[in-house]
T-cell receptor, first 109, second 114 residues
Framework: GQNIDQPTEMTATEGAIVQINCTYQTSGFNGLFWYQQHAGEAPTFLSYNVLDGLEEKGRFSSFLSRSKGYSYLLLKELQMKDSASYLCAVNGGYQKVTFGTGTKLQVIP | SQTIHQWPATLVQPVGSPLSLECTVEGTSNPNLYWYRQAAGRGLQLLFYSVGIGQISSEVPQNLSASRPQDRQFILSSKKLLLSDSGFYLC?????????????FGPGTRLTVT
């Protein structure tokens, strides 16, 4: 089976750093995605981790530990436009990606 | 460049009525295609995926069905809608044999069953 856990909601201050955690237990694992979804819109791709470690892309970084079944998304220098839901998703192979329920991030002034 | 279209954007249908949602992809050939549903307060649920014309895999048994009559066309249907079918329906595509199956989502259809 597939089980992906993320916090439901988080609040952070503009200009600060926030870390969104994701833990997973899946029958197969080829990699882990992070997507951003603004309210009422479709998800957009942020990052994909296959190997352990940290990958940085501008203000966003994503970390993976396969042995611990754990990932996090790190957002630096938060901006108001970063208010959105952040979805963790596992690529279990064979064209199948399983999504978590998402973390709704609210950035406040 | 590749684009993905979905229509309609919003839909209000009575219980027991039929449903047809269409998704088309431009700018790529032989894509993998997916239908997801996102109910209020819940995550994305994979409903169907297709790796080629006429090839449909169902992930969740329900009153919905999918068809792929052409390479870049994916249709989600129902003969009789239930209240529980309300939600945000998203079509997505990915590159066949792509390095990591990154999925690109369409704008979605918000369905309300009354």
């Amino acid at each position: 089976g597939q089980n992906i856990d993320q916090p439901t909601e988080m609040t952070a201050t503009e200009g600060a750093i926030v870390q969104i955690n994701c833990t997973y237990q899946t029958s197969g694992f080829n990699g882990l995605f992070w997507y951003q979804q603004h309210a009422g819109e479709a998800p957009t791709f942020l990052s994909y981790n296959v190997l352990d470690g940290l990958e940085e892309k501008g203000r966003f970084s994503s970390f993976l530990s396969r042995s611990k079944g754990y990932s996090y998304l790190l957002l630096k220098e938060l901006q108001m436009k970063d208010s959105a839901s952040y979805l963790c998703a596992v690529n279990g192979g064979y064209q199948k990606v399983t999504f978590g329920t998402g973390t709704k991030l609210q950035v406040i002034p | 460049s590749q684009t993905i279209h979905q229509w309609p954007a919003t839909l209000v249908q009575p219980v027991g009525s039929p449903l047809s949602l269409e998704c088309t992809v431009e700018g790529t050939s032989n894509p993998n295609l997916y239908w997801y549903r996102q109910a209020a307060g819940r995550g994305l649920q994979l409903l169907f995926y297709s790796v080629g014309i006429g090839q449909i895999s169902s992930e969740v048994p329900q009153n919905l069905s999918a068809s792929r009559p052409q390479d870049r066309q994916f249709i989600l249907s129902s003969k009789k809608l239930l209240l529980s079918d309300s939600g945000f329906y998203l079509c997505a595509w990915s590159v066949t044999g792509g390095r990591h199956y990154e999925q690109y989502f369409g704008p979605g259809t918000r369905l309300t069953v009354t």
